[in-house]
């Protein structure tokens, strides 16, 4: 049995196999399903900056990509899931009255939000539902999750530079 742990926790932390982890648990955390990509690249982000002592480093830069464009197609399938619901019914929650307040207000421009937590998925969705162009929508859900990683790594790297040095 514990051979059998050893390789299943060895999977996910090899160095082949990071990439393909931090995508699926950014792509998951987006969707409706429960995630928390924040941990995962904080993790492998600290592992980054640890080894290479540099904010410059490619490696952690490549870790923002994959992270962004996980969460971000994680957020299109959500804006897609939106566009094959129902009208919404008037629902008693403030959170999904708020998002659909600010979406009709906003227009696309609301999904600079999208890298919320709780509210984002509900932006994504609302935005399927009201038929938000799709082009503009993927350019600002984007957008937002690139601003949702890096703010993540800008806010991490004093932290560990302090803690290591």
Same mark, same amino acid.
Not at 17 to 29: E, G, K, M, T
Not at 117 to 132: E, K
């Given at each position: 049995?514990?051979?059998?742990?050893?390789?299943?926790?060895?999977?996910?932390?090899?160095?082949?196999?990071?990439?393909?982890?931090?995508?699926?648990?950014?792509?998951?955390?987006?969707?409706?399903?429960?995630?928390?990509?924040?941990?995962?690249?904080?993790? *492998?982000?600290?592992? $980054?900056?640890?080894?290479? =002592?540099?904010?410059?480093?490619?490696? @952690?830069? &490549?870790?923002? +990509?994959?992270?962004?464009?996980?969460?971000?197609?994680?957020?299109?399938?959500?804006?897609?899931?939106?566009?094959?619901?129902?009208?919404?019914?008037?629902?008693?929650?403030? *959170?999904?009255?708020? $998002?659909?307040?600010?979406? =009709?207000?906003?227009?696309?421009?609301? @999904?600079? &939000?999208?890298? +919320?937590?709780?509210?984002?998925?509900?932006?994504?969705?609302?935005?399927?539902?009201?038929?938000?162009?799709?082009?503009?929508?993927?350019?600002?859900?984007?957008?937002?999750?690139?601003?949702?990683?890096?703010?993540?790594?800008?806010?991490?790297?004093?932290?560990?530079?302090?803690?290591?040095?």
């Amino acid at each position: 049995m514990t051979d059998y742990l050893l390789a299943f926790f060895g999977f996910f932390s090899s160095n082949e196999n990071q990439w393909l982890f931090l995508f699926l648990s950014a792509f998951l955390s987006a969707t409706v399903l429960p995630g928390n990509s924040e941990i995962v690249f904080s993790a *492998l982000a600290s592992k $980054a900056i640890y080894a290479h =002592e540099s904010f410059w480093h490619a490696e @952690l830069w &490549l870790l923002v +990509l994959v992270a962004t464009v996980g969460n971000s197609l994680g957020s299109i399938v959500t804006y897609a899931m939106g566009m094959l619901a129902p009208k919404p019914i008037n629902s008693q929650k403030k *959170l999904v009255k708020w $998002a659909l307040e600010k979406s =009709e207000k906003y227009g696309v421009y609301v @999904l600079l &939000l999208s890298w +919320l937590p709780f509210v984002g998925d509900i932006l994504c969705a609302i935005a399927g539902w009201l038929r938000f162009p799709a082009v503009a929508s993927v350019v600002f859900i984007t957008i937002g999750k690139f601003c949702r990683y890096l703010i993540l790594l800008i806010s991490l790297y004093p932290l560990l530079k302090y803690v290591v040095a």
